[in-house]
């Protein structure tokens, strides 16, 4: 048996197989991080004790995930362990508020957020007084943890999608329009491929703003080919002149808007009678100058398509 060093000795051990991971789907996991712990394990042992709480004979883990699953490769039995208190959500309030200490990210303080919120039944202004936080600080947490659907979390808790990607460059599509579900399409199709953050955010502009056609080589898995496309494609008005720049926004603007009306269109809250008079005008004018204006635009298309 694999025996730790006397570093970790001052704490008490246990042994790995009593301990509960039910809360290890509210970690990050981080495959790089975790090699190089690894390894630092192997040579060093555990120099840090796992922490949990103990709900009767149940010891619960909440921080120290990558070392289990390192001491589990390395056969180590027992590691060193500190309780956090003798209910979960003592446990847990207690570990969000030294989150800055220990590292704690965004997303594994909403998760543990949510978890409090839902499973423990404490409300917004109770989570911001035991958290010594304001309530902003807990409402932007749930709010982040709510708009993601099930399949989205899994994903980015497992380390197969980049955070930062989902946070800065697909969040603001989604607040835009309010297209969860076509994230959550785009995230299950370039999850797992080795994508950088700069290859994701080419493909993602091609995905949110590009044809219907773009889109579907992306859902089905399809990424080299339209990744090459993208890599062509300057970021912003670079190379052209200032009337060019010009029309270049206002077709962005003019997609943004379509795509904003779409969206809006069929809701039940345009219910009023002076909205609908006022919209019947405005949508008059639109209709009667549709197949004009889809002619200029497929015009133009065709005029790019020949350089």
Not at 48 to 56: A, I, M, R, S, W
Not at 66 to 78: D, E, H, P, T
Not at 102 to 112: D, R
Not at 149 to 168: H, I, K
Request: charged share 25%; glycine share 10%; with cysteine.
């Amino acid at each position: 048996m694999n025996t730790l060093p006397e570093a970790a000795a001052a704490a008490p051990e246990v042994e790995l197989s009593q301990l509960d991971l039910r809360y290890e789907t509210c970690r990050l996991k981080h495959a790089a991080l975790e090699e190089r712990l690894l390894g630092s394990i192997a040579e060093r042992g555990i120099e840090e004790p796992l922490e949990g709480v103990e709900v009767g004979e149940t010891r619960i883990l909440l921080n120290g995930f990558k070392r289990y699953r390192c001491a589990r490769k390395l056969g180590i039995a027992v590691v060193p362990y500190a309780s956090l208190g003798r209910d979960e959500a003592t446990g847990i309030i207690g570990l969000l508020r030294i989150a800055n200490d220990k590292a704690l990210s965004i997303l594994e303080q909403a998760a543990f957020i949510d978890e409090l919120q839902h499973a423990r039944h404490l409300g917004l202004a109770q989570l911001a007084t035991e958290l010594s936080r304001s309530k902003a600080w807990v409402s932007m947490r749930l709010g982040l943890i709510g708009e993601m659907s099930p399949a989205v979390r899994q994903r980015l808790f497992a380390g197969s999608f980049p955070v930062y990607a989902y946070m800065y460059t697909l969040r603001p599509f989604m607040r835009m329009n309010g297209r969860a579900k076509e994230v959550e399409q785009f995230v299950l199709a370039v999850s797992g491929q080795g994508l950088s953050v700069r290859d994701i955010e080419l493909l993602a502009r091609g995905f949110f703003r590009g044809p219907e056609s773009f889109r579907q080589e992306i859902v089905q898995g399809n990424v080299a080919l339209p990744l090459a496309r993208m890599r062509e494609v300057p970021a912003g008005p670079a190379g052209c002149d200032e009337f060019e720049g010009t029309m270049l926004r206002d077709l962005e603007v003019t997609q943004k808007y379509m795509l904003r009306v779409m969206g809006k269109s069929e809701d039940a809250r345009l219910a009023s009678g002076p909205f609908h008079a006022q919209a019947q005008l405005l949508t008059a004018g639109i209709l009667s100058r549709g197949p004009g204006f889809l002619d200029s635009v497929r015009r133009l298309h065709d005029r790019g398509g020949q350089t």
